[in-house]
């Protein structure tokens, strides 16, 4: 167990970008995997997006959210460890769902430890600096101003309104998301390995990545999540130096 961090499972999960917005194949089998980790004793680490849009504020929960939230709780209860990083398109879950639905919540990025290697882990979307326009969207739609201006509006009004946003902010996203941002995200790991971490896991980009670099004779990883509903993948660590990426199949082990 690494010395100063809370956050030290002997292994671990980490899976993002769910973006779930039904009951289908893609929520249920996000389900299954939460409720294989609980039975097996592995923590689940959330890096955000996990449904189209989520409001933590009272009110603005859509109906088709609420029983994964709801399964999700259960399991927490039942002793299954589950940490969540906010994404872009999550808003004010703290307050609502650090205690509950998580163990944690962080609304920026997050630090753990499995075995003796050290772990830093953000959604990344604030890694690629040329989305100028997400990343002022972001300082205005996070800010504190912006939680208690929606708390007062009434979710019949505010859900249509924010979903017609979300559709605006999807093209711009998916411009940036076209490019892999390959030299910001390995400048943006390179000064969190220099500070002594040796994992840097992110999500945001739904594409795949594993990269490797050699920094004072150690092995450092840059490992970026894929989209959930394209394959069903997540990336585990393991406290004996193991990790990858696996597919999540229905009645066969996670690790």
């Known amino acids: 167990m690494e010395k100063g961090f809370p956050i030290c499972p002997d292994h671990a999960i980490f899976l993002a970008d769910a973006h779930l917005n039904q009951d289908d194949i893609h929520s ?101 600096r040329a989305d100028f326009s997400y990343r002022f969207f972001k300082g205005i739609s996070k800010s504190r101003l912006a939680n208690q201006g929606v708390a007062h509006l009434p979710p019949s009004l505010f859900l249509p309104l924010a979903d017609r946003l979300e559709r605006k902010l999807r093209r711009s996203n998916r411009r940036h998301k076209g490019t892999f941002p390959e030299k910001d995200s390995r400048e943006f790991a390179m000064r969190m390995f220099r500070n002594g971490v040796n994992f840097v896991i992110l999500g945001h980009f739904h594409q795949e990545r594993l990269m490797r670099y050699s920094l004072d004779d150690a092995t450092k990883v840059l490992a970026v999540l894929p989209s959930w509903k394209e394959r069903w993948r997540y990336f585990y660590v393991k406290a004996d130096g193991g990790y990858g990426f696996r597919m999540y199949r229905p009645g066969e082990p996670l690790l």
Do not use: C
């Open 28 to 128: 249920r089998n996000f389900l299954a995997l939460a409720e294989r980790a609980a039975e097996d004793g592995i923590p689940l680490f959330l890096l955000g997006d996990i449904f189209d849009l989520w409001f933590g504020t009272p009110g603005l929960t859509f109906a088709f959210q609420k029983p994964v939230i709801y399964r999700l709780r259960e399991l927490r209860r039942e002793g299954l460890r589950m940490y969540y990083v906010e994404g872009n398109r999550d808003f004010y879950l703290k307050e609502d769902h650090e205690g509950t639905t998580f163990d944690v919540v962080s609304e920026g990025d997050m630090q753990a430890a499995v075995g003796e290697k050290r772990l830093y882990l953000s959604h990344g979307d604030a890694v690629n």
